[in-house]
């Protein structure tokens, strides 16, 4: 079966949050303060988030990322990471986050089904990366990555959020890092998720950060699978990584894009900029599974053909990323 929205895009890809709580508080994520944490009773249990990562396999999906904000914080993650990747028709289970448990956890993960890490990492300087996180510590995170590749997992991907004035003097760094390591970067548009009236001085379009790449290196194109992210994809020659570019903002790629969000309170996104979204807990209190499935492919259907954050006069309704699921 195949989730084909009205556009022709065929969904195949679930971003499921298990958590809104994180350990960082990175600037892009959330606003300095914080923001006021789900009530434990608002998070859906994880036999629910099981039922609707059963009933959307069964609908067509077929690759299903968990986020959080940071899933390793939620106690239990690992039991049922187990329990989903045992689900039938899931092709790939894959997982987010930013490091810091890595050290601890990554043995577990990978037995625990994950086959694949996303891990977030926007600069190899101490300092910086304090600034970019509000204090987070990068040694934990380097760490995590030798912990994973010590684990088992297959080369990471590393997404790098680039901000003009506060960590695009590395980009170049992190691509002398894909000619050591076997990583696969990903740069990253920055986007107002937050608000900031000054977003477009802080985001890096992706043709620019292309450009800079190329004014030192060779480079060549490097194909994607029908279920990656919308990444353009590159490498430099005769390394042993690659690169990818996420033009959020810059480049539209919302007539491929094949993902369905779900929030850790159970909000069904079909764009991360929707202003709002489907409540699947009302259907899921109806112990209705065959109508919970029949949501999904509502919520497919419904899904807008792009986001509007681009256009001129549009305004942008702040939310943090660690709700909606990163």
Known sequence: MALIDTYGRRINYLRLSVTDRCNLRC???MPEEGVEKLDHSEVLSYADLLRISTEA??????KIRVTGGEPLVRKGILS???RLGALPGLKELVLT????LLKEMAQGLREAGVQRLNISLDSLKPETFAKITRGG?????LDGLEAAEKAGFPPHKINVVVMRGINDDEILDFVELTMKRPYVVRFIEYMP???DADWRELCVPGAEIRERIGARYLIEEVSHSERSGPSKNFKVQGSQGSLGIITAMTGHFCNGCNRLRVTASGIAKGCLF???GVDLRPVLATGDDALLRREVQRIVAAKPGRHEVTDEGAETVPFAMSRVGG
């Open 97 to 100: 986050t930013n490091g810091l």
């Open 193 to 195: 998720t937050c608000g």
């Open 27 to 29: 600037r892009y994520c």
């Open 80 to 82: 049922f990471l187990e």
């Open 137 to 141: 510590e990068l040694q934990r995170v």
């Open 274 to 276: 929707s202003g709002e």
């Open 57 to 62: 396999v069964a609908a067509g999906i077929e």
